[in-house]
């Protein structure tokens, strides 16, 4: 057991030996190496990057999971009455502890700009949507529990609404006139939310009692309400079932609820990113054979080069076993070390402003961190590559005959 132990330690300290010799062919064999393992912990780390991106713009159009929509039709096609439907709703709230929760309905409300009036999009929510759907500000604030209080409705608008008022600080508490059918409000602006290049037009998030309290007799009774509930995905399929029970009985006879998921999970899949994740393992696998492939055609060629050094040792008695060893251990450690210089060079990329940027679409909220698994994968796919890049220098050099020392 020693006699093994010590061969396995002296084949190691051959090889670093070997390593410090060849210095220069190492270096120039292992370049390929060390690219291959930072484009493969990249690719990985990247990888996470873009997926918490995906993530993040799927939540913010269906919500985080599980996402549950409440919709109430009665016998007629209409919804029911705003109070009943509201006591139903705060009821279940209560009921079933749920803290995040939100009324969501698009409007459109007359806006007084300064250079003239302006029918304005309109979203009306309750304050626990911004978190629920991921709601990013450039600017300001979202609108808090208190803002419901406010005699001037608070207002969070998109950056065309914001160049309409000329841009102000929003420290300033800028303000908006909104034209109500029989009175008027004044607006202020608390946050400003990025618009997409095929936004054009101001648009803005209300609270819904605020919205509601400003709309006419009509507008009211024509406003139509989606019902939004974040909560935890084990119970996401029991509760979906209880609430339609509920809100079927609470609101009579001729009422009929609708429950169901609205976030990517309602695809039912294990893993809806497992396309994007054999993609990128397969390019990352890819580059690693790549890589492999350059290392073995380099190690045979420098082993030729060789030959009358082996057989040397031959001829003062190293074993098969030991050229063996001592041969696959420099292309190992030589590796691993190209592996760690990869894995910390793949680091300094990920973690780059630029490609955050880039991968994140300028969406990116919540940063993950760079993935552990994708370093470990670096270092064992080097320490692999290293083993299989010296097996078959190592066989070779086996073969290698104390004469051929003389012949070449």
Aim: aromatic share 8%; net charge negative; glycine share 10%.
């Amino acid at each position: 057991m020693n006699a093994f132990f010590t061969g396995i330690v002296g084949a190691f300290v051959e090889a670093a030996q070997e390593l410090r010799i060849h210095r220069t062919r190492v270096l120039l064999s292992l370049v390929g190496v060390a690219v291959a393992v930072c484009a493969l912990t990249v690719v990985v780390g990247a990888g996470a990057i873009a997926q918490q991106a995906t993530v993040e713009i799927s939540e913010r159009f269906g919500g985080r999971p599980a996402s549950l929509a409440l919709q109430v039709n009665m016998a007629d096609g209409t919804q029911p009455p705003k109070e009943m439907m509201d006591k139903a709703w705060a009821d279940a709230l209560d009921r079933y502890a749920i803290s995040y929760a939100s009324r969501n309905t698009q409007a459109s409300q007359n806006v007084q700009f300064v250079d003239g009036v302006s029918m304005v999009q309109v979203q009306a929510v309750d304050p626990e949507f911004g978190p629920m759907r991921r709601i990013l500000l450039d600017d300001g604030v979202w609108f808090a529990d208190d803002d419901a209080q406010r005699l001037a409705p608070a207002l969070v608008v998109n950056e065309v609404f914001w160049q309409r008022l000329g841009a102000p600080a929003l420290n300033t508490n800028p303000t908006v006139t909104l034209l109500g059918a029989d009175q008027n409000a004044l607006g202020v602006v608390i946050g400003v939310y990025p618009t997409n290049m095929w936004d054009t037009e101001p648009a803005m998030y209300m609270l819904y009692d605020g919205y509601v309290a400003l709309a006419d007799t009509e507008a009211q009774a024509n406003l139509w309400t989606e019902y939004s509930l974040w909560v935890p995905p084990e119970i996401a399929e029991e509760l979906r079932v209880s609430l339609e029970s509920d809100f079927s009985g609470a609101l009579g006879e001729g009422a009929t609820a609708t429950v169901y998921r609205s976030d990517i999970g309602a695809q039912g899949q294990e893993d809806p990113f497992l396309a994007v994740k054999l993609v990128i393992g397969g390019i990352a696998g890819l580059v690693l054979v790549l890589g492999a492939l350059g290392l073995v055609n380099i190690s045979l060629v420098t082993l030729k080069q060789r030959i009358r050094e082996i057989g040397v040792r031959r001829s003062f008695g190293a074993t098969s076993g030991r050229i063996f060893f001592a041969v696959m251990m420099e292309s190992v450690v030589g590796t691993i070390v190209a592996g760690a210089v990869g894995v910390v060079a793949a680091i300094l990329i990920v973690r780059s402003p630029w490609l955050i940027e880039v991968l994140g679409q300028g969406m990116l909220t919540d940063l993950p961190p760079f993935p552990i698994e994708a370093a470990i994968i670096g270092m064992v796919a080097a320490t692999a590559v290293g083993a299989l890049a010296g097996l078959l220098p190592a066989l070779v050099a086996v073969r290698v005959k104390v004469i051929d020392a003389i012949r070449f």
